[in-house]
């Protein structure tokens, strides 16, 4: 059973210019979150999808966004990029039902902003 | 606001010695607890959870245990090996009524050294 897949891996991009990451969840899963984890702040929760709605969102600006599709995949996107913008960014799914919260993770784009 | 931590940045710990690596939460209106394992290049990975109705429970050679009096979580691994070097994380989540993989509060993590 193939796990969450995130690409790309790892992303270079400069101040000002926007990125798109790529999140597949395991089959038959129907919820991703997206963490953001950086060095100071520790990991930090972004935002959540289930069946293409976003559920739940964290305390970022409104420059991170992101979107599921109808076969859970998943894009986050952040425009007009800031240096602390830097970090790991994680992709999780789960099964999506009640009283379930084990995610399981990928390994994470890692976006260095110059 | 309010946020989960841990007492140790760092935890070295001799190989075949048991670790109890220790969180403490703020927020007594979470309902649900989780333990995960980063190690270095990969994404967080799940290894025990526990509700809020429970103080004790036990995975293959972990045990987490939940002190809802004092707000405090811990895990325990027993007789440590070397592939347990990791950060661990402790996680937890406001009681929610629509299911699913709620948005969860990270602690800050625990670098636990294994010596041989």
């Known amino acids: 059973k193939a796990g969450v897949t995130q690409t790309p891996r790892y992303l270079i991009k400069t101040r000002g210019q926007q990125v798109t990451l790529s999140c597949s969840p395991i089959?038959?899963?129907?919820?991703v979150s997206w963490y953001q984890q950086t060095p100071g702040q520790g990991l930090q929760f972004l935002f959540e999808y289930f069946s293409e709605t976003q559920r739940n969102k964290g305390n970022f600006p409104g420059r991170f966004s992101g979107r599921q599709f109808s076969n859970s995949r998943s894009e986050m996107n952040v425009s007009t990029l800031e240096l602390g913008d830097s970090a790991l960014y994680l992709c999780?799914?789960?099964?999506?039902?009640?009283?379930?919260?084990?995610?399981?993770f990928g390994e994470g784009s890692r976006l260095t902003v110059l | 606001g309010e946020s989960v931590g841990l007492h140790l940045p760092t935890l070295s710990v001799q190989e075949g010695d048991n670790s109890i690596i220790n969180c403490a939460y703020s927020?007594?209106?979470?309902?649900?607890f989780i333990w995960y394992k980063q190690e270095s290049g990969k994404g967080p990975q799940f290894i025990i959870d526990?509700?809020?109705?429970?103080d004790k429970r036990q995975g293959q050679r972990v045990t987490v245990l939940l002190n809802k009096t004092v707000k405090h979580l811990s895990l325990q691994i027993a007789a440590t090996q070397p592939g347990d070097s990791a950060v661990y994380f402790c996680?937890?989540?406001?009681?929610?009524?629509?299911?699913?993989?709620?948005?969860?509060?990270f602690g800050k993590g625990t670098h636990l050294i294994i010596q041989p």
């Open positions: 996680a937890e989540r406001m009681a929610y009524s629509g299911g699913g993989a709620d948005g969860l509060t």
């Open positions: 999780a799914s789960s099964r999506g039902k009640s009283n379930t919260g084990e995610l399981f």
């Open positions: 526990i509700r809020s109705n429970m």
């Open positions: 089959s038959g899963h129907r919820s």
């Open positions: 927020n007594s209106a979470s309902d649900y």
